[in-house]
DNA sequence: TTCGATTTTCAAAACGTTTTAAATTTCGCA
DNA sequence: TGCGAAATTTAAAACGTTTTGAAAATCGAA
């Protein structure tokens, strides 16, 4: 491996004239900037990470932990966000170190990653109300960039979608085709995101005047099973008149609605409007659905060039607050929605208390 | 953060001997290693990586990358794989670096690791037969340890489980049971360990003079879905006789057996023997099975601490031929295999051309 | 010319550790 | 008491970079 030395005393320079040249310092003489350059190209000059880590403190890598939960719901999303991630840190030179763990207390993997002293800073995925790890981490003074949004302090950096305009886009689009029986299959509520979307669900239907039952609004893993189950149960008629329409948190769960509405006859949109979050994974493409899917769409790839960017703007020394940006999913109409069936236009006939409003970010 | 040179002052000792006090070097005074370390305890001194990595030479990281394929069969196993990297790499304090790439040709996204020139070495999973990233790798003499085996060169490190065994055990036991029509469920056949395992059932079944029938030797992505649907054609009747036992690669694909006999009625082991490989995943815990899983058994997170140790061995400077295991899978029989039932006893009738025997990794 | 300003280059320190070679201390024994 | 050997400690170099403060070179104008 070449070294500064090396060229420099190829050419006859000193080593820091030679940083400088290739460091594109204004105070060195385009001539010589350009002969070093030479050098440096036909030796194949690679600078070492590990000695300029050491002179400037950092060490260009961040952290990232992820949790094994039984129900392995964040793998779909989880190598996706990892693939992104990736790249974009490549982009600003810095390097993704994982580790994964399922230790009760969520701040003891942040803790033992740092112990080992060589991270600038992490990046929190998939917050839940409140998040322990951002207190811990904002304590600590260690730079991180939360995906998504979590109440737990004020001046943390985070990038993420506003779910609970998710949530009330789908139920306004809902209720403008005139659907009244709008059933909900949310995403995990000990998740952030899902606690958005309940409260932008709740939001969008009573602004409309209308509940729901507890039966028609549930919560569960993005899987499709889930979806297949829980519409089963729903579409069948037993838990009351079925819903004209169905929300769901993900394009998981709506395959699995579709299914649940082949096997029972329905069709959609005809008999039953569906439509869900897409977080456009390649491997389930809300639009090669039959019908096509409607969907408020925010791909997760998106997400990561921010997320990389934020977290070494933050390392760099910016202000967290600064570094808080939230965006709008964009609203797909497709095939999979249309207007209220003529015999679906009651609301549900009891109405229930709904259930009680939880806590959710700040949107916007 | 305390330095070796807070310590030494404070001492009034050189870092030299403060360093070697840490390091367990035999020269230094009994006495003046515990009074070391009871002020690097009391100062919470942890040794600068960088530093420590900058005269070394080594980076104390190494890399391992995903490729992402469009059925995301590797992801089930992935996480696993990484949590228990992760853990046995941190015993011997190393770090994992991960990239995901989907770069066609495999070898790029190493090369673009390898120009970062942070990384000691890597590990390879899901090796191809005669994989081109070993070559590679072997090539520019980079460190590395694969998951399993490719036939690409000789003298490389590996840590996996014998396939052909795998294969091989499972026939075993049932053509031990009776059982003539035996089918086979593998998995991705671009994969070497599908190869072997292929190899092994072929093997196993010529020794018992049997043959299969294409149709009922088939490869695909290790899902629940490809066992269900895959199953219910083979369970049919359809396609010929159907087997009285089915050979899967996965407790995955037995999941979708399990549904497929179930929907046709077919009593497990009494109608139908199912077997599989079980990779001991938390999620789908074999012996919760209805009945519990007659398997061939080695968790994949057993293999992790041999892959961390193998690969920093190598990086130590060991010989890659002193680092090639192959550990055989446990037989663990359960309730979900039989006897062949009474009127399952005849081999399948026709004998079409089993398919050719398959390139494999040497055995043991 | 010569001076001051500007541009360009340089030597050296710094980052925190490991390791080499040499120096110092301790000890047993004559 | 003194000597050699053994035990213990030390100063200094090394790893490859960035950065500071100073020095040298160049230039324009008086």
Same mark, same amino acid.
């Given at each position: 491996?070449?070294?500064?030395?090396?060229?420099?005393?190829?050419?006859?320079?000193? #080593?820091?004239?030679?940083?400088?040249?290739?460091?594109?310092? =204004?105070? *060195?003489?385009?001539?010589?900037?350009?002969?070093?350059?030479?050098?440096?190209?036909?030796?194949?000059?690679?600078?070492?990470?590990?000695?300029?880590?050491?002179?400037?403190?950092?060490?260009?890598?961040?952290?990232?932990?992820?949790?094994?939960?039984?129900?392995?719901?964040?793998?779909?999303?989880?190598?996706?966000?990892?693939?992104?991630?990736?790249?974009?840190?490549?982009?600003?030179?810095?390097?993704?170190?994982?580790? *994964?763990? %399922?230790?009760?207390? +969520? &701040?003891?993997?942040?803790?033992?990653?740092?112990?080992?002293?060589?991270?600038?800073? $992490?990046?929190?995925?998939?917050?839940?109300?409140?998040?322990?790890?951002?207190?811990?981490?904002?304590?600590? %003074?260690?730079?991180?960039?939360?995906?998504?949004?979590?109440?737990? #302090?004020?001046?943390?950096?985070?990038?993420?979608?506003?779910?609970?305009?998710?949530?009330?886009?789908? #139920?306004?689009?809902?209720?403008?085709?005139?659907?009244?029986?709008?059933?909900?299959?949310?995403?995990?509520?000990?998740?952030?995101?899902?606690?958005?979307?309940?409260?932008?669900?709740?939001?969008?239907?009573?602004?409309?005047?209308?509940? &729901?039952?507890?039966?028609?609004?549930?919560?569960?893993?993005?899987?499709?099973?889930?979806?297949?189950?829980?519409?089963?149960?729903?579409?069948?008629?037993?838990?009351?008149?079925?819903?004209?329409?169905?929300?769901?948190?993900?394009?998981?769960?709506?395959?699995?609605?579709?299914?649940?509405?082949?096997?029972?006859?329905?069709?959609?949109?005809?008999?039953?409007?569906?439509?869900?979050?897409?977080?456009?994974?390649? %491997?389930?493409?809300?639009?090669? $659905?039959?019908?096509?899917? /409607?969907?408020?769409?925010?791909?997760?790839?998106?997400?990561? &060039?921010?997320?990389?960017?934020?977290?070494?703007?933050?390392?760099?020394?910016?202000? =967290?607050?600064?570094?808080?940006?939230?965006?709008?999913?964009?609203?797909? #109409?497709?095939?999979?929605?249309?207007?209220?069936?003529?015999?679906?236009?009651?609301?549900? =006939?009891?109405?229930? /208390?709904?259930? +009680?409003?939880?806590?959710?970010? =700040?949107?916007?």
């Amino acid at each position: 491996m070449a070294t500064l030395k090396d060229i420099s005393s190829e050419l006859g320079l000193s #080593v820091a004239t030679v940083s400088r040249a290739l460091n594109g310092f =204004p105070e *060195v003489n385009i001539k010589t900037r350009e002969r070093v350059r030479a050098v440096a190209d036909r030796m194949g000059y690679k600078p070492n990470r590990i000695a300029q880590r050491l002179v400037t403190g950092r060490s260009g890598m961040v952290g990232m932990i992820a949790k094994i939960n039984s129900d392995m719901t964040t793998d779909q999303t989880f190598l996706e966000i990892i693939a992104g991630l990736t790249a974009a840190l490549g982009q600003r030179d810095a390097d993704l170190v994982l580790a *994964v763990d %399922q230790h009760e207390n +969520p &701040v003891v993997p942040y803790e033992r990653m740092l112990e080992r002293g060589i991270l600038d800073g $992490f990046i929190l995925n998939a917050p839940v109300p409140d998040d322990p790890r951002i207190r811990f981490l904002t304590e600590r %003074q260690v730079p991180f960039v939360v995906h998504g949004q979590s109440g737990a #302090v004020e001046d943390y950096a985070y990038f993420g979608i506003d779910n609970v305009a998710v949530a009330a886009d789908g #139920v306004g689009l809902l209720t403008d085709l005139g659907h009244r029986r709008i059933a909900f299959l949310n995403g995990d509520l000990r998740l952030a995101f899902a606690r958005d979307r309940e409260a932008g669900f709740s939001d969008g239907m009573a602004r409309a005047g209308l509940t &729901v039952p507890l039966a028609f609004s549930v919560s569960g893993p993005s899987s499709e099973s889930y979806g297949y189950t829980r519409a089963l149960a729903m579409l069948s008629g037993r838990l009351g008149p079925r819903p004209t329409a169905i929300l769901c948190s993900s394009t998981l769960i709506a395959a699995g609605v579709m299914r649940a509405a082949a096997d029972l006859d329905l069709k959609v949109p005809e008999d039953l409007s569906v439509m869900a979050h897409d977080d456009a994974l390649p %491997q389930y493409r809300a639009i090669e $659905f039959t019908p096509p899917l /409607t969907v408020t769409r925010s791909p997760l790839r998106d997400a990561c &060039v921010p997320l990389a960017n934020h977290l070494i703007d933050l390392i760099d020394g910016a202000d =967290p607050k600064t570094l808080q940006t939230q965006i709008r999913a964009e609203l797909i #109409v497709r095939a999979s929605t249309g207007p209220v069936p003529q015999e679906g236009t009651d609301p549900w =006939p009891q109405t229930p /208390t709904a259930p +009680p409003p939880l806590p959710c970010a =700040p949107t916007r």
